[in-house]
């Protein structure tokens, strides 16, 4: 199915407008992911008018929450089938993309997008809070970002410890965001972060949606990220 006219639509009306050349990447992005969906769990949504709003475009609606500046270095935890951090380089090829997941076979099926497109990813196959342990990677990222992946008390803490000083974290969030946020106080506090804003999104169709938007504004204490069953079982 041919999904260019519907993902340009609708990216405009959460403010991207897309190039022809764009809009034939997320074609062949859509199109890779559900041949390879047949083979691993990247995705619950095969539709293809679905795909377009629930991941394509609800990705791109992280620039309404933040401005990215020029070849920043973009992280995204626990990536899966690349959402958002791939539709992030598709119209911001400028930066400077990371891709970290848990799972090898995901980081496969990554390599082989990234190499149709034509566009650069560094892929890491670690665990979230053993990348914030690893001194390459510890508070070295302008913008860090993670979608449907935990609670945010327990996203803080996979997340913050990865991002510079006055850099970003951004949640991307559906209905609740408000509760989340507050339940997340003490984890900001301990682990750096400062000057939360929540960011509702345009709807697009997509239902609810709320970009939690975080800057670091002191260092993550040592110690921090703890193991990952604690993160879970104790959250801050």
Excluded at 22 to 47: G, R
Excluded at 154 to 173: H, S
Excluded at 225 to 235: A, C, E, M, S, V
Aim: net charge neutral; glycine share 10%; hydrophobic share 40%.
């Amino acid at each position: 199915m041919n999904i260019r006219e519907l993902l340009t639509g609708k990216a405009k009306e959460v403010g991207v407008k897309l190039t022809k050349e764009q809009a034939d990447s997320f074609q062949l992005y859509m199109e890779l992911l559900l041949e390879w969906n047949e083979k691993i769990n990247l995705t619950a949504i095969t539709d293809p008018e679905e795909i377009v709003v629930k991941h394509f475009v609800d990705s791109l609606t992280l620039f309404q929450g933040c401005k990215v500046k020029q070849g920043a270095k973009v992280i995204d935890v626990g990536t899966g089938a690349g959402l958002p951090g791939i539709p992030l380089k598709i119209v911001r090829p400028d930066i400077q993309l990371t891709l970290l997941d848990s799972l090898n076979k995901r980081l496969l099926f990554l390599g082989e997008v990234c190499e149709k497109l034509g566009i650069e990813s560094n892929r890491i196959h670690k665990r979230a809070e053993e990348a914030g342990l690893d001194k390459k990677m510890r508070e070295g990222f302008d913008l860090v970002t993670a979608r449907a992946v935990a609670p945010l008390q327990v996203l803080c803490e996979y997340c913050l410890p990865l991002v510079k000083m006055k850099g970003i974290f951004v949640a991307m969030k559906g209905p609740g965001a408000q509760e989340e946020l507050d339940a997340a106080e003490n984890a900001l506090d301990i682990l750096g972060g400062d000057e939360v804003k929540i960011v509702p999104v345009e709807d697009f169709g997509a239902g609810e949606r709320n970009l939690i938007v975080v800057q670091k504004k002191s260092f993550t204490p040592k110690g921090y990220p703890r193991h990952g069953g604690t993160i879970t079982k104790h959250p801050l």
